[in-house]
């Protein structure tokens, strides 16, 4: 068994009346990517900011790189790094200065501190901008320099809070690419998402956060078995051949008025040319084929609710199923 | 790194940090000099006769000689607004939840922020005595001694009124809220003897002008720069000194403690 990077029992906290965590355990293996996915409020800042350091727990045993976080606060901070919801760089300086300035807080030598800071501002791009204020740069680009100054100390385990939230769809793909190439080199990354594809493309580890608790943890494909929703979905335009199509499949759903049919199944290769077979022998031809597997979304809204998330027609909340 | 270098190392980092927000954006700084300078001015080119005769002067240049270290003082009241607001300004950037989170000394944020605010406070009493001296100020055979304790006066004052001012900082939600409550600090001195003696004001009032921070300041600066009686004044300095830095030190450091939201 490899050794946790992250475990804490029992997390609680509240801010007045409000309950936020609730009695929360988590645990975070060495060198993997651990997703915490919940809807807004769900408390996933909150728990980011607990585990960090940044405030204390009203209760939980907590620890952090192998050091308790109430114990010993500053070895926890020396083993991690925090990049968070909000850009956490000095917009009055230069993102070269904003290099420096960790490398100084983490008591580089004045030349390692020129040299780290020159390789991740290379390797994050930003090395035509190096000296331009920070508070210039576009979202992605201050998400980067954020990132790229939390790795100057060279932490073991990284917490990255909503990293992609607000970034256009190719700095989105820039982000996720520099996440997986941080776990490469050994690092812990616990990551706070309400993008599901993003937990789906990442994270080796998924805990759907809500009510104040796990509300279900596993990997992707763990979660997704969770709750049903796989189908291959037929529609038609001739009412004729939707007839027949329906009497040739069996155990369809019908949608009369849409003339559409979904047939359960896994969405596998065989049972798609099974499908297929079956209505090339009633002669019938489909006019649209769309095959859809549960994914996270499906996971998600039977979790969380319909309440905090608009419900998608195709995609319909089964919290009875999740029961189960 | 033993704590005490570890302290010193990360406070200087820090300060370095502040102090390149200053030189980047030294517009505010300026700004805060040009209170005091008109001030200088005005009391002295518009009002400065009937200030002189006032206070039983020949000419101006006796009303010049009254007013500069009321001037000086009132010089580091309006500095340390900057401060307020600086560190108001700070407090709601993402950077320094970055540095909580951080392995480094937890002082040094507020260290960083004191040690650079002292520094501006010495640097702009610079420039407007630099004014003072151009529109004829001379302190009267000063030894080197009380130059040298008129330096510590000034720079234990400028600690004071920079703790306040962080504790001020530190309590507001922002930029605006922080210039509003630092705004005595330079309305103050407006109420000492910096501009005419305190035994000229209304008798009720006396007692406030007496013994609130900034006369006692001005009369010890001014029996240090030229020669005129100190007395218990130089005591009071020191006492309302310490309170203040001892009341700002607690105020901002319980503050920095507590949880963010």
Request: overall charge negative; aromatic content about 6%.
């Amino acid at each position: 068994m490899t050794s946790l990077a992250i475990a804490a029992n029992g997390l609680r906290k509240s801010y007045g009346e409000k309950v936020v965590l609730d009695g929360v355990d988590l645990s975070v293996p060495e060198g993997t990517i651990f997703s915490l996915l919940g809807p807004n409020g769900a408390g996933k800042t909150t728990a980011v900011k607990i585990l960090s350091t940044l405030v204390t727990a009203d209760a939980g045993e907590i620890r952090v790189g192998g050091h308790d976080l109430a114990a010993d606060p500053q070895a926890v901070r020396a083993a991690i790094g925090v990049t968070g919801q909000f850009s956490a760089v000095d917009g009055l300086i230069t993102g070269e200065e904003n290099m420096l300035l960790m490398a100084d807080l983490h008591h580089l030598s004045r030349r390692e501190g020129r040299r780290v800071a020159a390789e991740l501002l290379e390797r994050f791009d930003l090395t035509e901008a190096a000296s331009k204020p920070a508070a210039t740069y576009s979202g992605g680009m201050k998400r980067r320099l954020d990132i790229a100054m939390t790795l100057v100390g060279d932490p073991r385990i990284i917490f990255l809070d909503e990293p992609t939230t607000g970034l256009d769809p190719r700095s989105r793909h820039t982000m996720w690419q520099i996440i997986r190439e941080l776990v490469t080199g050994g690092v812990t990354v616990f990551l706070t998402t309400q993008y599901l594809e993003e937990a789906d493309q990442l994270a080796d580890r998924i805990a759907v956060l809500h009510g104040g608790g796990i509300a279900a943890e596993g990997t992707a494909e763990e979660l997704k078995r969770l709750v049903p929703g796989g189908h291959v979905r037929l529609r038609f335009t001739d009412p004729d051949a939707y007839r027949s199509a329906a009497a040739a499949l069996r155990g369809v759903t019908r949608d009369d008025e849409s003339l559409t049919l979904r047939v359960p199944g896994d969405g596998s290769q065989r049972e798609l040319r099974a499908v297929l077979d079956r209505l090339d022998a009633a002669g019938v031809e489909a006019d649209e084929l769309t095959v859809h597997t549960p994914d996270l979304d499906d996971v998600f809204f039977a979790l969380t609710g319909t309440g905090t998330v608009p419900a998608q027609p195709a995609q319909p909340a089964l919290p009875k199923e999740a029961a189960r | 790194m033993s704590t005490l270098a570890l302290a010193v190392r990360d406070s200087s980092t820090m300060l370095r940090r502040n102090l390149l927000h200053a030189r980047r954006y030294p517009s505010m700084t300026l700004n805060l000099l040009l209170t005091p300078v008109m001030l200088l001015l005005l009391f002295v080119y518009i009002f400065g006769d009937v200030m002189s005769a006032g206070i039983g002067g020949a000419d101006r240049s006796d009303y010049v000689a009254y007013l500069v270290p009321g001037i000086l003082m009132l010089t580091i009241g309006g500095t340390v607004i900057g401060t307020a607001v600086s560190v108001a300004t700070d407090m709601t950037e993402g950077i320094i939840a970055r540095f909580r989170t951080m392995a480094i000394h937890r002082g040094s944020i507020l260290i960083g922020h004191v040690t650079g605010s002292v520094l501006q406070c010495l640097a702009s009493v610079v420039l407007v005595g630099a004014v003072a001296v151009a529109i004829g100020f001379r302190s009267t055979d000063a030894t080197v001694l009380e130059w040298l304790a008129a330096l510590g006066l000034l720079t234990l004052f400028s600690l004071a009124l920079t703790w306040i001012a962080v504790g001020m900082g530190m309590a507001s939600p922002n930029a605006e809220a922080a210039s509003n409550s630092a705004q005595p600090l330079i309305l103050l001195p407006l109420i000492s003897s910096a501009f005419i003696p305190a035994e000229t004001m209304p008798g009720w009032f006396r007692p406030i002008a007496e013994y609130q921070p900034f006369t006692p300041a001005i009369e010890t600066l001014r029996g240090l720069l030229l020669g005129t009686g100190i007395g218990h004044h130089g005591w009071l300095t020191l006492a309302w000194s310490l309170a203040l830095t001892a009341l700002g030190y607690v105020w901002s450091t319980s503050q920095f403690s507590r949880d963010p939201k």
